[in-house]
């Protein structure tokens, strides 16, 4: 779901030192932007203007998300029934055929369980080295190898039009839907339309039902057959509807763009030609595990493999890397853990989903349906991860100490990390940017 890429906008997602990411099996994609595919491949895109979005406040009337009792679930029908008529104003202001929006709309109902899960998402706090364990877990590795053996031929096409390696597509369509396995079953009006009338962020859903609507008016499914996750995403790569119309193609050549069925090529190619748009390279890897030298730290530098061999970083076999470009060295567990050289190619995959842990899983995945080796660095297996709470204390704590944090909002990004490193350096241990039990003592007491 982890659809920016493709859903970002649901549920934008901040990777530090904790894998802080949607549950790999349904991960919603970052919206991305309108662009060209290959020639040959339809592309329909669209823009549809925020500014002529107009989100509609919850009525007052409206249950309570849990409660989804039948009397009140039927309340609750009578004023979505009126929001629909109120919509279907702006939707066929919106270049939405009357007959369309009809056809979409009969019998479509308000979802409280669709409303329930968007108010309740649960925070998703797993440890890195447990996340990528479920990425490339031996059941999901042999699972992708047979798909990528039953589905040869048209990955072995979709690898020559887009330059897009195919283990790498089949890697994402692992990590979105376990191979089309786990797809959604969710009408995906009720639940655009639920999100949309429900407020909190009507203004997004709504531009996506709008989308929807165009994906019904150009033949390319049946509302019967448009089902996707509570959130809006669909098919086996879990496209939201904006960026199925600016990047979802036609690669059977059969007129429609079908993600949905279950044959994955139509989905697998639009995932090929997202990525493509967005800059890979083919031959460059995501990136490869090495070795640092102890107590190195990297920040954010990049440079090129040769470059960094200079200052003891090799691979995991001890060589230099080759030099396949600009690259940047991420240790997503700090010292403690492994380290790896990413390319611009890992940057391309966080584009579908703006995570470092995603995209870590995706490579990490991708290598080893080819046959790559598990990383081989340990982990700080015994570490005493921070609670939600903790990190927000942490970073309240950080904040009062003078260090500059925006958010106080329990997500170690970025920010939060450098000024981890900047307070550890400060009281002279070990500078590994990690938000632990230990910080935190170390936080309180000075």
């Given at each position: 779901m982890r659809i920016s890429g493709l859903c970002g906008a649901i549920a934008g997602i901040l990777i530090g030192t904790t894998a802080q990411a949607a549950a790999v099996e349904t991960s919603l994609r970052p919206q991305g932007r309108p662009g060209a595919a290959g020639p040959g491949v339809t592309v329909i895109s669209v823009n549809v203007p925020v500014s002529s979005l107009r989100p509609v406040l919850r009525p007052a009337d409206?249950?309570?998300?849990?409660?989804?009792?039948?009397?009140?679930?039927?309340?609750?029908?009578?004023?979505?029934?009126?929001?629909?008529?109120?919509?279907?104003?702006?939707?066929?202001?919106?270049?939405?055929?009357?007959?369309?929006?009809?056809?979409?709309?009969?019998?479509?109902?308000?979802?409280?369980?669709?409303?329930?899960?968007?108010?309740?998402?649960?925070?998703?706090?797993?440890?890195?080295?447990?996340?990528?364990?479920?990425?490339?877990?031996?059941v999901r590795i042999e699972n992708g190898q047979k798909a990528l053996r039953r589905h040869r031929r048209a990955l072995d096409r979709i690898e020559a039009h887009y330059g897009v390696e195919k283990q790498v597509v089949a890697a994402v369509w692992g990590m979105e839907s376990t191979y089309g396995e786990r797809r959604g079953d969710i009408p995906l009006i009720d639940a655009l339309a639920?999100?949309?009338?429900?407020g909190r962020r009507g203004a997004f859903f709504e531009k996506q039902l709008i989308a929807a609507l165009k994906i019904l008016q150009s033949g390319d499914v049946t509302p019967r057959?448009?089902?996707?996750?509570?959130?809006?995403?669909?098919?086996?790569?879990?496209?939201?509807?904006?960026?199925?119309?600016?990047?979802?193609?036609?690669?059977?050549?059969?007129?429609?763009?079908?993600?949905?069925?279950?044959?994955?090529?139509?989905?697998?190619?639009?995932?090929?030609?997202?990525?493509?748009?967005?800059?890979?390279?083919?031959?460059?890897p995501w990136g490869v595990e090495v070795r640092v030298p102890r107590g190195a730290s990297f920040g954010t530098t990049q440079r090129m493999p040769s470059d960094w061999a200079t200052r003891g970083i090799t691979g995991i076999d001890g060589r230099p890397v080759r030099d396949y470009g600009s690259a940047r060295i991420l240790q997503p567990a700090g010292p403690q853990g492994a380290s790896f050289m990413v390319f611009a190619n890992f940057d391309v995959i966080k584009r579908y989903n703006n995570s470092d842990a995603y995209a870590l899983g995706v490579g990490h995945l991708s290598d080893r349906l080819i046959g790559g080796p598990p990383i081989q660095a340990s982990w700080p297996r015994g570490y005493e991860p921070l609670s939600f709470e903790d990190r927000k204390e942490m970073q309240r704590l950080l904040r009062r100490k003078g260090y500059n944090l925006e958010k106080i909002d329990g997500i170690a990004g970025p920010n939060t990390v450098n000024a981890i490193r900047a307070f550890q350096r400060s009281i002279g241990v070990a500078a590994d940017g990690y938000p632990s039990q230990t910080l935190l003592r170390h936080l309180r007491s000075r």
């Open positions: 409206l249950p309570r998300a849990a409660d989804t009792s039948v009397q009140q679930v039927s309340t609750s029908n009578a004023a979505f029934d009126r929001w629909i008529g109120g919509f279907r104003g702006r939707a066929l202001s919106q270049g939405i055929n009357a007959r369309v929006f009809d056809a979409a709309f009969r019998g479509a109902q308000y979802r409280p369980d669709v409303v329930h899960k968007d108010r309740n998402q649960s925070e998703f706090k797993s440890e890195i080295w447990d996340y990528l364990d479920s990425a490339a877990s031996p639920t999100l949309s009338y429900d057959n448009m089902k996707g996750s509570w959130a809006g995403a669909m098919g086996h790569t879990q496209f939201i509807p904006t960026s199925y119309l600016a990047y979802a193609v036609d690669f059977t050549g059969d007129g429609k763009r079908d993600i949905w069925s279950d044959d994955p090529t139509d989905a697998l190619a639009s995932t090929a030609a997202y990525l493509k748009r967005f800059g890979w390279r083919k031959g460059m």
